[in-house]
């Protein structure tokens, strides 16, 4: 016997960040929701397919999916096979302490695997897999970060030593002062630095008042406020185009208004976007504006790096108002 009946399904706001999707949109390669877990947890494979399925519907991928997740081993997971077992062969599951020989030389694996090493041993294999990292590693940027990322493990792992002594533990103290790697930490801390503008912008600072925090040049700072607006845009146009099933005609109508009196500035579009954004109801935009946004971070911030100054000053906008009206309308 059934009841007919009806629920209210209250949407939070999620969001994927173990995503792997292939380079190529034409491969026949599926994408990867990937999550490491290293307690347990009931109610993991209800957050991982219900994130899954949101992003299905959201983003209606051209790649069949595919779920990836890391145990150090099986008796931490907690399988819930009653809602999910018709799902599961589209789910591979790692128990990193069933790995064995086949995967002993795999550097990136063997640093997952320092979290649940014991603390007796840990020092040893992450002295193994620096060395390794060194040999094997040609990028200093990607080098550095491994480093730091194997340091701060251990630094967690053995907590009454201070950062200094496992330092002089590894030799790494000598290797921080070696010319390469100091320009690929100031690199890397340029970036950091680069990143933070846009988020800094939307709390209010002015553009002196982020130079000035970020002990950035001023030209830097504008430069950049000028391409992350010019991203936002562009983002919304696409978010406009692609999955316009998330405004209804009353949104549209409201964008419209909002857009005509403005004047034709990135500036000022990125800014009204934001705004609208921010409003009662419009939660599923801003989350999806987000994601396309912040997957184009990393790309505007090699393109400030690479980019000579002086030639953005003169560069014209590729979008303009004309542009973002047309995606409304």
Not at 82 to 94: A, D, G, M, S, W
Not at 192 to 210: C, D, N, T, V, Y
Request: aromatic fraction near 8%.
């Amino acid at each position: 016997m059934y009841e007919f009946t009806s629920r209210e399904i209250k949407e939070l706001s999620f969001r994927l960040d173990g995503l792997f999707v292939p380079k190529n949109e034409q491969s026949n390669e599926p994408f990867y929701v990937v999550e490491v877990q290293f307690q347990p947890d009931e109610n993991l494979y209800y957050r991982v397919f219900t994130e899954l399925f949101i992003f299905l519907k959201q983003y209606k991928p051209t790649h069949q999916w595919r779920v990836v997740v890391i145990y150090p081993s099986r008796r931490i997971e907690r399988e819930q096979p009653l809602n999910f077992r018709e799902l599961f062969p589209r789910v591979t599951r790692i128990y990193l302490d069933e790995l064995g020989e086949a995967a002993s030389d795999s550097l990136g694996v063997n640093v997952v695997k320092l979290v649940i090493e014991r603390e007796k041993t840990a020092p040893k294999q992450a002295k193994r897999l620096i060395e390794q990292a060194q040999a094997q590693i040609t990028d200093e940027t990607t080098k550095r970060n491994l480093i730091d990322l194997i340091e701060t493990i251990i630094v967690y792992k053995l907590p009454q030593k201070s950062r200094e002594e496992i330092q002089a533990m590894f030799g790494l103290s000598e290797l921080k002062q070696t010319k390469v790697y100091q320009e690929a930490q100031e690199e890397g801390e340029k970036k950091a630095k680069l990143k933070a503008i846009p988020r800094l912008m939307q709390l209010g600072l002015s553009g002196e008042m982020i130079a000035e925090g970020l002990d950035l040049p001023g030209q830097v700072v504008q430069q950049a406020a000028r391409l992350f607006g010019q991203q936002n845009v562009m983002a919304f146009i696409e978010l406009l185009q692609h999955q316009r099933s998330l405004f209804s005609p009353q949104d549209l109508a409201d964008l419209a208004e909002l857009i005509e009196p403005l004047p034709d500035k990135i500036e000022d579009l990125s800014e009204a976007i934001a705004q609208w954004c921010k409003q009662d109801g419009h939660s599923p935009q801003r989350q999806a504006w987000r994601d396309l946004v912040s997957g184009k971070v990393n790309a505007m911030v090699e393109e400030l790096l690479a980019t000579n100054l002086a030639s953005l000053e003169t560069l014209e906008p590729s979008v303009n108002k004309a542009n973002l009206q047309q995606a409304i309308e």
